[in-house]
C-alpha cells in the first residue's frame, strides 16, 4: 500500500505540474489584466510600467518558472483585484462550496439508495419503471436549466425559498464561516445544493440499479435464500454491500467533478463560493487567482482520486494484491 501510494503522489505531482502549463498557456487568451485593473484615461507609458512591474513583458517560461518557484513555497501570487495572496481568496470562499457540495451529495446518497435498491428488487413494479423513466430524462437536462427551473418554480412563481446569496452565516472554529447552523442559511441552501443533487441522482439511480441487480442473480445471494435468510438482510446486508466497489469509484469521480458542477450553479444562485469567484476572475482577467484556482481544483481531483483508490484497496483486498503483481 505504501508503494502504491508513493506511485500516485508521484503521479499526482506530474498532473498539477500539466495543470499548471495549461493554465498559463491560455492567460494570454483571456485578454489585458492591465487594461481592467486601470482606467481609460491612463497613458500607455504607465499602462506599460504596470505591465513592466507585474512581469508580463516577461517570456512564457520565465514566468513560469516564477510562478512555479513561487508555488513550491505555498506563495501562488497576488491576485490583480483583491490585492491579496490568491490562496488567501479561495480559502476564504472554499467553505461556502464545500458546505454546497456537500449537501448535495447528503442529498443523492439520500435519494439514490433507496431508489437504485427499489428499482433493482422490482424491476417491473410501476414505481420502478417511473424512476427509471425520470431518471432518464434527468440524465439528459443540463445542470444550468435545472438551476433556472428551480429559481423560476421555487423562488419566483412559489416563493418558497430565496434564489441568490449565501443567508445569514456564523463564525466556528475562530475561521470557517458556515450557514449549516441558521435558518435562513438553510434556506438559501435549499435551492443551489437541490440543483446539483437533482444532476447528480440519475447516475447514482441507475448505477446502484444496475450493480445490485447483477449481484441479485450471484449464486452465494441464490445460498443465502435457501439458508432461510430474511429479505432485508440478503438486500442490505449481502447484496447492498457488495454493490460499493463501482459506487466507490464513480462517487470519486463524480465527487471531483462537483466542483465544475458549482461553477455553473454558483453562478446562477449567486452563491459566493469558489466558483463564482473562479467567473469573476475570468472576467476581470485575474490571471495569478485563475492559475491558483486550477491549481486547487487540480489538487481536489488528485485527492480525491488517490483517496478513492485507497477505499477501494480497503474494501476489496484483492486490489491490493492485483497492485503489487500478485
Not at 483585484?81 to 464545500?98: G, R
Not at 428499482?119 to 436549466?145: D, E, Q
Not at 430565496?162 to 441552501?189: C, M, Q
Request: with cysteine; glycine share 8%; charged share 15%.
Amino acid at each position: 500500500m505504501l508503494v502504491f501510494l508513493l506511485r500516485r503522489l508521484i503521479q499526482a505531482g506530474f498532473v498539477l505540474v500539466a495543470i499548471s502549463l495549461i493554465s498559463f498557456a491560455i492567460q494570454d487568451k483571456l485578454g489585458d489584466p492591465v487594461r481592467q485593473m486601470v482606467g481609460m484615461t491612463t497613458t500607455p507609458e504607465v499602462r506599460e510600467q504596470l505591465r513592466e512591474e507585474l512581469g508580463l513583458n516577461d517570456g512564457f517560461l520565465t514566468q513560469y518558472a516564477r510562478f512555479a518557484r513561487n508555488a513550491l513555497t505555498g506563495d501562488f501570487g497576488t491576485s490583480y483585484y483583491y490585492k491579496e495572496p490568491t490562496i488567501d481568496v479561495i480559502l476564504k470562499k472554499l467553505p461556502a462550496t464545500f458546505e454546497l457540495a456537500f449537501c448535495a451529495i447528503l442529498l443523492v446518497i439520500l435519494i439514490a439508495t433507496p431508489f437504485g435498491i427499489i428499482t433493482a428488487i422490482n424491476p417491473k413494479h410501476l414505481i420502478s419503471r417511473l424512476i427509471i423513466l425520470v431518471s432518464s430524462i434527468g440524465l439528459s437536462i443540463p445542470i444550468f436549466i435545472i438551476a433556472i427551473f428551480m429559481v423560476y418554480v421555487f423562488s419566483i412563481q412559489w416563493n418558497l425559498a430565496p434564489s441568490f446569496g449565501r443567508g445569514e452565516t456564523i463564525v466556528l472554529f475562530g475561521a470557517w464561516e458556515s450557514g449549516l447552523f441558521t435558518k435562513d442559511g438553510l434556506s438559501h441552501l435549499l435551492l443551489p445544493s437541490l440543483s446539483l443533487a437533482i444532476a447528480l441522482t440519475p447516475i447514482f439511480v441507475r448505477l446502484i440499479r444496475s450493480e445490485m441487480s447483477e449481484v441479485l442473480q450471484s449464486e452465494y445471494i441464490r445460498f443465502a435464500w435457501s439458508k432461510g435468510l430474511s429479505a432485508p438482510r440478503i438486500y442490505f446486508f449481502h447484496a447492498l454491500k457488495n454493490t460499493m466497489l463501482p459506487i466507490i469509484t464513480i462517487g470519486g469521480i463524480q465527487a471531483g467533478t462537483l466542483v465544475a458542477y458549482t461553477i455553473l450553479t454558483e453562478t446562477i444562485f449567486q452563491w459566493p463560493g469558489m466558483g463564482f469567484l473562479f467567473m469573476d476572475a475570468v472576467s476581470r482577467v485575474d490571471t495569478p487567482l485563475i492559475s491558483a484556482y486550477l491549481m486547487v481544483v487540480g489538487g481536489m481531483f488528485v485527492v480525491m482520486n488517490t483517496l478513492v483508490d485507497l477505499i477501494y484497496g480497503l474494501v476489496n483486498p484483492t486490489v491490493r494484491l492485483a497492485s503489487h503483481g500478485l
